[in-house]
């Protein structure tokens, strides 16, 4: 059971990127799942996250409006969509599940019990 986290790469500022994170070996279509990033030298920050089947999603007050989290529950896939981006953006960015049976999502990284390995975003001025 892992979850694979694809989509980074080297974008100029104001380009738009799409994370993915693709769950295989298990179906965690209808569980909390979240997007992290971590900067070098930074700690894990919560990006955005999305509840029990797609009920409810929260952002960080730095990507409201600009990012949107979504998912296929048929694909098993969640989706960072990310628009305007700033060279502020740059960071790995961590997919993560919440497989205790909660509805709402949470900003906690301590609430993900499986992670992804990251996707590296890198935006030049």
């Known amino acids: 059971v892992q979850l694979q986290a694809s989509g980074g790469g080297l974008v100029q500022a104001g380009s738009f990127l799409r994370l993915s994170c693709a769950a295989s070996g298990g179906s965690f279509g209808a569980y909390p799942m979240a997007w992290f990033r971590q900067a070098p030298g930074k700690e894990r920050e919560f990006v955005a996250a999305i509840g029990y089947s797609n009920r409810k999603t929260i952002y960080s007050d730095f990507v409201k409006g600009r990012f949107s989290i979504s998912r296929d529950m048929h694909l098993s896939t969640m989706y960072l969509q990310m628009t305007s981006l700033k060279p502020e953006h740059t960071a790995a960015y961590f997919c993560?599940?919440?497989?205790?049976?909660?509805?709402?999502?949470?900003?906690?990284?301590?609430?993900?019990?499986?992670w992804g390995q990251g996707t590296q975003v890198t935006v030049s001025s």
């Open positions: 993560a599940v919440d497989r205790s049976l909660k509805y709402d999502p949470s900003s906690r990284p301590t609430s993900y019990d499986l």
